[in-house]
């Protein structure tokens, strides 16, 4: 299993009502939605939104023709969340009509970690069983790892609401490991994957003993 490198970051509380979220839509499980360097279909293409991206925020918009244009960022826990294999900076504009208000969070990493409301244990799996770890938030998606029955202290980032089922990107099985650089240290590793949120549950062990200080990783920037 690939690990992968996991930053440090502060981020403050934030309310999910204070500011018009919205989701990708419209565009099939096996596709992206392009993300475009200026606001027109024929400009240079800077990254990809997934189909279950999510917690976007819309700076300005613009009428072009049939079309409206938006400049796109994201939640404060998203700034390093999915794969959307591009760095958009300020030229990150979508076509609105592959977009929504997004009434699918259902948690994000918003409330602050140092309360451990975003720590989980696994519940519902069978003593001789284990939970898969997805690489895309479906039950047909890659298997890249499992969870074993009562794993406790795993980090989850946005839970989301994806058709009829829920899910969590979640980071697990830590390890501390060198990184590269001039002045190498050693830091966090974590394993990473999306798993079906019915078989979380918020861990309140873990209130008197802290995790280590960690958020999810810049996969794609």
């Known amino acids: 299993m690939k690990y992968i490198l996991v930053g440090f970051l502060l981020l403050s509380s934030l309310s999910l009502a204070a500011t018009p979220y919205y989701q990708v839509t419209g565009v099939a499980d096996n596709d992206t939605l392009s993300v475009r360097h200026s606001a027109s279909a024929s400009s240079k293409k800077v990254g990809v939104l997934m189909p279950y991206d999510t917690g976007i925020i819309l700076k300005r918009c613009e009428k072009h023709g049939s079309s409206t244009w938006c400049q796109i960022d994201f939640l404060p826990d998203d700034i390093m969340f999915f794969e959307r294999g591009g760095n958009f900076g300020d ?40 939970l898969n770890v997805r690489q895309h938030p479906r039950n047909s998606a890659k298997k890249i790892g499992e969870l074993k029955h009562n794993d406790f202290g795993i980090v989850a980032a946005k839970c989301q609401k994806i058709k009829r089922s829920a899910w969590c990107y979640v980071a697990y099985d830590y390890t501390m490991g060198w990184a590269s650089g001039p002045g190498s240290t050693k830091v966090p590793y974590a394993k990473l994957g999306w798993v079906n949120m019915r078989y979380l549950k918020p861990d309140p062990t873990v209130k008197n003993r802290r995790l280590p200080g960690m958020t999810f990783p810049g996969e794609a920037y």
């Open 91 to 130: 030229h990150s504009w979508v076509n609105k009509k592959y977009l929504k208000p997004a009434h699918n969070i259902l948690f994000s990493y918003g409330i602050e970690y140092n309360q451990n409301h975003n720590i989980f244990r696994v519940v519902g799996v069978r003593a001789n069983d284990t």
